[in-house]
């Protein structure tokens, strides 16, 4: 079984950065595919980013890249989400999310274990 926990929201002035980090208890982290999802009230889940464990490879969500940017510590177990230039259009709350597979899943019903996410708020 594996828990996820993030970390690092909070409230940020547009222009500013945060690096959010989720911490994985259970086994084999560094065998799971990690990816990072955001929920703004009355929307969707969506996809923000994801790691592969197969070969570290990246993906993100056409909008973000350039801004945001996944990483993985798997000593640490964590995986990280470091975003710069924020906009108030990124406020919500971020989940981390993991996966057995390899392949960079970019939809929420390709992860199985869930965080309980983090509150990202960036004021104009």
């Known amino acids: 079984q594996v828990q996820l926990v993030e970390s690092g929201g909070g409230l940020v002035q547009a222009g500013g950065s945060l690096r959010l980090s989720c911490a994985s208890s259970?086994?084999?982290?560094?065998?799971?595919?990690m990816g990072w999802f955001r929920q703004a009230p009355g929307k969707e889940r969506d996809f923000v980013a994801a790691t592969s464990w197969f070969d570290d490879s990246t993906r993100y969500a056409d909008s973000l890249k350039g801004r945001f940017t996944i990483s993985r510590d798997n000593a640490r177990n964590t995986v990280y989400l470091q975003m710069n230039s924020l906009k108030p259009e990124d406020t919500a709350v971020y989940y981390c999310?993991?996966?057995?597979?390899?392949?960079?899943?970019?939809?929420?019903?390709?992860?199985?274990?869930w965080g309980q996410g983090t509150q990202v708020t960036v004021s104009s």
């Open positions: 259970g086994p084999s982290f560094s065998r799971y595919t």
């Open positions: 999310a993991a996966r057995t597979g390899a392949a960079l899943g970019t939809t929420s019903t390709q992860y199985t274990y």
